[in-house]
């Protein structure tokens, strides 16, 4: 079965650094796509950054050239480098895999999910 764990959550200032990563078990992150989505009490979780099985990449408007996101298919580890964090950025980040309508395409469903992991800015 497929489990996403999250980890490198924590506290940072305003213009800091962050390196997010999720580990899959069960999972093979060069044949799936995948994204990052994050959470804030009261509001409907968003998505963030996207990654196709080929590595191709899409970014919400609101972390569009501060974000990365990335993936180490050896290790079946998925990465975002968040860098420039801003307070609007505090939020509980989840990992997330699914599937595409097209083979190779960006997710259009979002069928695992991560525990997720806590960023805050200040």
């Known amino acids: 079965h497929v489990q996403l764990v999250e980890s490198g959550g924590g506290s940072v200032q305003a213009g800091g650094s962050l390196r997010l990563s999720c580990a899959a078990s069960g999972y093979t992150y060069n044949r799936n796509c995948m994204a990052w989505f994050r959470q804030v009490p009261g509001k409907a979780r968003e998505g963030v950054a996207f990654?196709?099985?080929?590595?191709?990449?899409r970014y919400a408007d609101s972390v569009k050239g501060r974000f990365t996101i990335s993936k180490d298919n050896a290790k079946n580890t998925l990465y975002l480098q968040m860098n420039s964090l801003k307070p609007e950025d505090t939020a509980l980040y989840y990992c997330?895999?699914?599937?595409?309508?097209?083979?190779?395409?960006?997710?259009?469903?979002?069928?695992?999910w991560g525990q997720g992991t806590q960023v805050t800015v200040s």
């Open positions: 990654i196709t099985s080929d590595a191709s990449t």
């Open positions: 997330a895999a699914g599937r595409s309508t097209t083979h190779g395409d960006f997710c259009s469903e979002y069928n695992y």
